[in-house]
């Protein structure tokens, strides 16, 4: 098992920045990829970005590339995701995932990933 810890969420105003945390702990070494997903009211999950544990090869979406930065610790026990110039249309629950199965590069589908965190709440006033 793997347990996914988020921290780091709040409210903003929109051109601000928030730095998100997810502590992962129990059977890590499983895992090679992490990924960020939100969750807006009324929304289906979105991917935010991904990043390998072992490479540190990253994929951002389209809608933060530029905004949103993807990044782990050196011990591969906490990824974090740099959120700047953040938008109203940015507000979401934010979920941190691992995923076990072994492939060269992070995938993108919810539905590719073992284990979720708890999730974060982001709200961007304008």
Not at 105 to 122: K, L
């Amino acid at each position: 098992q793997v347990q996914l810890v988020e921290s780091g969420g709040g409210l903003v105003q929109a051109g601000g920045s928030l730095r998100l945390s997810c502590a992962a702990s129990g059977r890590t070494w499983t895992m090679y990829h992490m990924g960020w997903f939100r969750q807006a009211p009324g929304k289906e999950r979105e991917f935010v970005a991904a990043i390998s544990w072992n490479r540190g090869n990253t994929y951002v979406a389209d809608s933060v590339k530029g905004r949103f930065t993807i990044s782990r610790d050196s011990a591969k026990t906490t990824v974090y995701l740099q959120m700047n110039s953040l938008k109203a249309e940015d507000t979401a629950v934010y979920y941190c995932a691992a995923d076990g199965t072994p492939l060269l590069f992070p995938r993108i589908g919810a539905s590719d990933y073992d284990y979720w965190g708890q999730g974060t709440q982001v709200t961007v006033s304008s």
